[in-house]
């Protein structure tokens, strides 16, 4: 588990060894103003690199949350963008509370605990598959398995029913192997 702080705020992350791509934060402490910018900058290097199953788990998160919500719509967005998602956990009842009131009771995911978080994301399976081109870095989607190719440079590629890329040079930031 990597810790990361900042002033009035603690993030701890936790990467599941044997589902790739996906990580869960733990969120403690207070999400306002720098903190947010700060959360911000934090998540989207993690995203970045190719993790685009987030889960918050919020069990130790007590205090207003607008600010965290203007984050979630933020990454949410973006995780989308690689049909990744986010899913909320352990949200406190005041806490949720405060979703409501601001009006977003239904946008994102929530589940009781990570674990539940966990199940939801292992439930979808491997496509729509996302991953780079070795050789342009484009980023690439593969509706179902069979050929893909590369929109920039035409690399083509061959994926399994597991979504394991068998040809073609790519980097697969949710691959075992890598
Ligand atoms: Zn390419």
Known sequence: MISKRTKNLEVQLQNISDFPGCLILYIRGEVRGKSANWLQKCVREYIERGFNKLIFDLTEYHSY???LIG???I???ILRQTQGDLVIAEIDS???YVFQLLGFPYYFNYRKTSKDAL???QQRGP????FRCGKCAQWLEAPSPGFA???ICSSVFSLNDDGEILHGTAID???KKN
Do not use: A, R
């Open 94 to 96: 005041k806490v949720f």
């Open 149 to 151: 190719s590369c929109s």
């Open 65 to 67: 949350p607008e600010d």
């Open 71 to 73: 984050c979630f719509l």
């Open 173 to 175: 930031y949710n691959s």
């Open 127 to 130: 496509f729509p598959k996302i």
């Open 119 to 121: 199940s939801f994301f």
């Open 75 to 77: 990454f949410q967005k």
